[in-house]
């Protein structure tokens, strides 16, 4: 089946500093990615979609300046949070839609997740 | 947009019992589908059910696109199964929505 890696799948860093999380797939071409947060024993809460090649659109109350998305290819996305501080700790998921070789549905792939914690 | 809503929002279950989870949405949708979500986080896809009915193993899904609704059996609940149910729709060209989960715990 078609696969999305995540890197880091955790990560603990300093109020202030920004943190990069790479969003892969790995044997499909993603006409599309998308990214999720998810807080403790709450649902999954679409972030933004983006496109390759062209700007994300992100989701309102979501501040892009904060949540840097970019889709250099159909198969890496990666997203920046910037200045973090202890509220964007969160679990974070990756999505990733496209036609799989074997399967007829459009469908979306989920990545593993990363574990951010801000101190 | 389109609306989710799952029930039960909590089941504690005694193992080898059977359940049925409920999904409601508020549109048409292209697809659905039913998640697992482990106690890392990773999202295990159960099923892909737009509409009929499917089984794999001691699971089943049925989705009735009509009436807006599917359903999740699980049969003979083992404690593996604990875990978060998420349904997802898809309606449109518009990303998974997700549903608020239900929170399943099989004890021995």
């Known amino acids: 089946g078609a696969v999305v890696s995540q890197h880091p799948s955790r990560v603990i860093c300093k109020s202030g500093t920004s943190v990069k999380i790479e969003c892969r797939s790995l044997?499909?071409?993603?006409?599309?990615m998308f990214w999720y947060r998810q807080f403790p024993k709450q649902s999954l809460m679409l972030m933004a979609t983006?496109?390759?090649?062209?700007?994300?659109?992100?989701e309102q109350g979501v501040e892009k300046d904060k949540f840097l998305i970019n889709h250099a290819s159909l198969t890496l996305s990666t997203l920046t949070v910037t200045s973090a501080h202890p509220e964007d700790s969160s679990f974070y998921i990756c999505s990733a839609r496209g036609l799989v070789p074997g399967l007829v549905t459009d469908t979306q792939y989920f990545g593993p997740g990363t574990r951010l914690t801000v101190l | 947009g389109i609306q989710v809503e799952q029930s039960p929002p909590d089941l504690i279950l005694q193992e080898g019992a059977n359940s049925t989870l409920r999904c409601n949405f508020s549109?048409?949708?292209?697809?659905l589908q039913w998640f697992h979500q482990n106690p890392w986080g990773q999202l295990i896809n159960l099923f892909y059910?737009?509409?009929g009915t499917k089984q794999n193993g001691r699971l089943s899904a049925t989705t009735v696109a009509t009436e807006r609704y599917s359903l999740l059996y699980i049969s003979s609940s083992q404690t593996t199964d604990s875990g978060v149910y998420f349904c997802?729709?898809?309606?449109?060209?518009?990303?998974?929505?997700f549903g608020k989960g239900t929170r399943l715990s099989v004890i021995a």
């Open positions: 997802a729709v898809l309606s449109g060209n518009t990303p998974l929505v």
């Open positions: 059910i737009p509409s």
């Open positions: 044997d499909f071409q993603a006409t599309t």
């Open positions: 983006s496109n390759e090649g062209s700007k994300a659109t992100y």
């Open positions: 549109d048409s949708v292209n697809n």
